[in-house]
């Protein structure tokens, strides 16, 4: 069956570490994006991607990069990670358009200490 | 801008029916999204309008009025497993889906 999925599950890292988060869909999506949520925010866009080679910033991309080089991938690197970037991230892929129906994976949880 | 609003809680009873609002301010409108999510688990699709109306899915109803930027997720004869937040979302159009904060439903017995 076709799937979404994420990996490492749980992460603690520390400060000022390089910490990259793997997304996996094997949809043939072209549209992939990635949120993180928080208590109180809800989720936010962080970047988002429509196809190869193509990247966009969110809402909340400061310290964040993508980069898309193949149809199922969109991994999620934190250049130097700090602890406001504790959360739970998301991995979504949606079919169609940028306002299509997305596919959420099942989550990343990152603690920064 | 974009701006999403739903209450933040809500307790209802086992066997009941809740009405979930959302009201939503866009630059642009493509559809509305309900989406269901578990404590500790990804949100997943619940239902789609893109016109005015109601749409039926079992116990689950969602309701649209694109001119009031109104929308509501109607949940009947609720059971436990209900429990979970609720987020509202809108496709402006050609950008990303603007996600709610969220409701959280309580269903007490």
């Known amino acids: 069956d076709a799937e979404i999925t994420q990996s490492p599950r749980h992460k603690i890292t520390e400060t000022g570490r390089q910490v990259t988060l793997a997304c996996h869909q094997t949809w043939n999506h072209n549209n992939m994006f990635w949120y993180r949520q928080d208590l109180g925010h809800g989720l936010r866009l962080i970047h988002y991607s429509y196809g190869v080679h193509d990247t966009n910033k969110g809402e909340v991309s400061d310290g964040y990069s993508v980069s898309r080089s193949n149809t199922e991938d969109l991994p999620l690197t934190l250049e130097s990670a700090a602890s406001s970037q504790t959360s739970v991230y998301f991995c979504?892929?949606?079919?169609?358009?940028?306002?299509?129906?997305?596919?959420f994976g099942p989550g990343t949880r990152l603690t920064v200490l | 801008g974009q701006n999403i609003d739903q209450p933040t809680e809500m307790t209802a009873t086992e066997g009941a029916i809740v009405q979930i609002n959302c009201t939503y301010q866009?630059?642009?409108?493509?559809?509305l999204f309900w989406y269901q999510q578990h404590a500790g688990e990804a949100p997943t699709f619940l239902s789609y309008n893109v016109l005015d109306g109601l749409e039926e899915k079992g116990r689950f109803s969602s309701f649209l009025s694109r001119s009031k930027g109104y929308s509501y997720l109607l949940l009947k004869e609720l059971q436990m497993k209900d429990s979970a937040s609720y987020l509202c979302?809108?496709?402006?159009?050609?950008?990303?889906?603007?996600f709610g904060k969220g409701t959280r439903l309580s269903v007490i017995a």
């Open positions: 866009t630059s642009g409108f493509n559809g």
């Open positions: 979504a892929s949606s079919p169609r358009g940028g306002s299509d129906t997305q596919y």
């Open positions: 979302a809108v496709g402006p159009g050609n950008t990303p889906l603007v």
